[in-house]
């Protein structure tokens, strides 16, 4: 007996066993078989496994990420840039953050990159415009530097005011200096700083870097528009 023509093709169609697995293909997309794999796991391959090979993945991915910003976060990645080198760090090199009686220093990271994980990761995140002016070469001559060098000072003079001096009082603190072991000038200075709740950088502009050209007018700008906020505020 031979079934009518077109009924062979058709049974032997019936007759091959269809994969019940949710990844196969079916004619669906890539991305909608693996989201039904996630939703409804195969049999054979148990949601125990599943969960134990992401939690794997989402420790090494998670170790890779912070080993990245660790790895980024140091003296030698900074200064691997020769513009940083060749300016900043050979100024900062003259400084007392650099060399000290006590032999504590505080490096680039120290004050440049917040310790706090969110903050540290926004920071992270504005960086890259300056690995986007690097490749641009924006800043890879001594005179190209000078020439940029009060705008860079006045962006990070802005930023420590808005963070009331955040990476400096990871180190010094108000509440647990001792004035009585201050010079007098130094003592002045100081509590009329906790009385007018000014930040480190009211006052410390230039303390690791040469003050650039100009300085002192960019300074009255940065107060004459502190104060319009404060204002504003108020």
Known sequence: FEPPPGKEKESMTEQTPKSDSPVAGNGRPAWRRIGDFLARPHARYGLG????VGIV???IGWGGFNWAM???NTETFCIGCHEMERNVYREYKKTIHYQNRTGVRATCPDCHVPK???????????ATNELYHHFLGTIDTREKYEAKRLQLAGN????MQRTDSRECRNCHSFEFMDLRAQESRSVRRHQQAINEG???IDCHKGIAHELPKGAFEEEREINRQLQEQRQKKG
């Open 198 to 200: 000014k930040t480190c």
């Open 156 to 159: 990070v003079w802005r930023a």
């Open 116 to 126: 706090e994980w969110v903050h540290k990761v926004i920071r992270k995140i504005q």
């Open 70 to 72: 660790e790895m980024t």
């Open 57 to 59: 993945f989402g420790v």
């Open 49 to 52: 496994g599943i969960l134990a």
